[in-house]
């Protein structure tokens, strides 16, 4: 067996749906115009939200920092484009719900116009810290869709001494190829990305996953990473979710990460494609992350394709700029298995923005659920090994502590088992529904404990400063009748100083 055909074994596990990317993938990439106005949400990555630093009125240039990174898991964020900020306050959040959250706005001059950046001229000479300081400093985060800011996951490797990198390029998620797209049209800077990313956290060699239905993709890398033998270009089947990190890392080195363990414990870190190039740009060019390419799919789209837009762009701008066939029934922010569902256009992208996916009326029908008919296909097809009907039936009697014993925490939410239930059962919405309500649960334990604790707390304070004011009253009161009793003795001292006193009054 060679070495390309250990990753070309199908696993057992995961989906095979209709990918539906093209003809949107082989569609040349197109730049998006500038817009008039942006709107930069402060919470665009996994921690805390950043603090805007501008004021109204105030000019700011492209790449400006306009928001810090606040506590170690944040990231800063910076203008997309050079303008007036005109705004901050509210706008509708990229989520089911349609809450609002703190966003900058910002009105453009229509120059773009960038601020001063401090390039590394030879990035391989400095020490591996300031590959992260400068990366953390440009914003850059986890663009595969976990947002997490990248320079936490080089410390962490760093620290843990991990090995091998593997670059994700999987994109297993139907309509979806944004990934594809950077890795054909901007390989070189993948390959570097991906090595100033081994020079940041001490790894040996680097493992690019690329799912084979991506022969294009391939091919740019094979060609960019030719002169450094430290990176593999490795296809992969196209099976969903192969770009998960667990089920990447398994295909690509045989190792399984345990269900307690992160992927850095078992000498590996998993950077995605896109992470790469931001990266490379970040030390290279010294530009912060602000814009990235979007994937635009869907049956109600005209001319689906792959935009390079700023970050902080409207939706519907970017819908506007494709084409619309139809008004969509269903807009997606990301893929259509672990997507989001928005509510309307009227959201900016961020930087997790992978896709937006625009159904019609045929790709929107969700059939009506039936009964489980404990068939298994979930459990065959569960990419983590999991029960998902044993789950189900729990949660659907209110025994969620039950649904937990069967390792619910394990659950990737990658919507596999919902797929293949021949029922329709909305298995992912039990288990994200399970997960929820346990995360309040325990949130609720703590905050009880902690109110026990300082309740308890209080109590003992009190108790032992009465007992000290006890113990105190105790010692005068002795002390006291000690005098006393001295005083009263023949001879003593305070005795004959009675007797004086009274000897003088006579």
Not at 49 to 66: D, S, T
Not at 192 to 199: E, N, S, T, W
Not at 471 to 499: F, L, T
Request: with cysteine.
């Amino acid at each position: 067996m060679g070495f390309l055909d250990h990753f070309l074994k199908a696993p057992s596990w995961g989906v095979h749906p209709a990918d539906h990317k093209r003809p949107a993938a082989d569609a040349p990439l197109r730049i998006f115009p500038s817009p008039a106005r942006v709107f930069m949400p402060l919470h665009q990555h996994v921690g805390g939200v950043a603090r805007p630093i501008v004021l109204v009125g105030q000019k700011v240039r492209k790449g400006e920092l306009i928001a810090e990174a606040q506590g170690n898991i944040s990231a800063p964020i910076h203008a997309p484009l050079s303008g007036t900020i005109a705004a901050v306050g509210e706008v509708t959040a990229p989520h089911p719900s349609g809450l609002p959250f703190k966003a900058i706005t910002i009105d453009s001059d229509g120059r773009n116009l960038w601020a001063d950046v401090e390039p590394l001229a030879d990035p391989f000479s400095v020490a591996p810290e300031e590959i992260a300081r400068r990366s953390a400093q440009a914003g850059v985060v986890g663009l595969g869709g976990a947002t997490f800011p990248s320079a936490v996951k080089f410390a962490l490797g760093k620290r843990l001494k991990v090995e091998t990198l593997i670059v994700n390029g999987g994109e297993c998620e139907p309509y979806l190829s944004s990934d594809d797209r950077i890795m054909r049209d901007f390989a070189d800077q993948v390959v570097d990305g991906a090595r100033l990313v081994m020079h940041a956290i001490g790894a040996k060699d680097a493992l690019v996953g690329i799912e084979d239905n991506k022969p294009e993709a391939i091919a740019a890398m094979r060609v960019a990473a030719a002169p450094y033998p430290e990176v593999k270009i490795c296809p992969v089947p196209a099976r969903y979710p192969m770009g998960s990190d667990k089920q990447l890392i398994q295909t690509l080195t045989g190792k399984e990460v345990p269900s307690d363990a992160r992927a850095a414990e078992v000498g590996v870190l998993v950077h995605n494609v896109s992470t790469c190039a931001a990266v490379h740009k970040a030390i290279r060019l010294g530009q912060p992350l602000v814009e990235r390419i979007v994937t635009l799919n869907g049956g109600a789209i005209a001319a689906p394709g792959n935009i390079y837009a700023p970050l902080g762009t409207m939706i519907g701008e970017l819908l506007a700029f494709v084409g619309m066939k139809e008004a969509p029934s269903r807009l997606i922010l990301g893929g259509p298995m672990m997507g989001t569902p928005l509510l309307h256009d009227r959201i900016p992208i961020v930087k997790g923005a992978s896709g937006i996916l625009a159904f019609n009326a045929a790709e929107a029908f969700v059939p009506e659920a039936g009964p489980c008919i404990r068939c298994g296909n979930c459990s065959k097809a569960c990419p983590m090994g999991l029960l998902p009907l044993e789950m189900a039936a729990r949660i659907r009697i209110g025994d969620l502590e039950g649904a937990a014993a069967f390792a619910l925490s394990d659950c990737i939410s990658c919507g596999c088992c919902a797929y293949v239930c021949p029922s329709h059962i909305p298995l992912v919405q039990y288990f994200s529904h399970a997960k929820g309500e346990l995360t309040a649960a325990e949130r609720s334990r703590l905050r009880t404990d902690a109110t026990k604790r300082l309740a308890e707390a209080k109590a003992a304070r009190i108790e032992r400063e009465n007992r000290e004011k006890a113990e105190a009253a105790a010692r005068r009161k002795a002390e006291r009748e000690a005098a006393k009793a001295a005083a009263a003795q023949p001879g003593s001292a305070a005795s004959a100083a009675v007797e004086k006193t009274e000897g003088a009054s006579a």
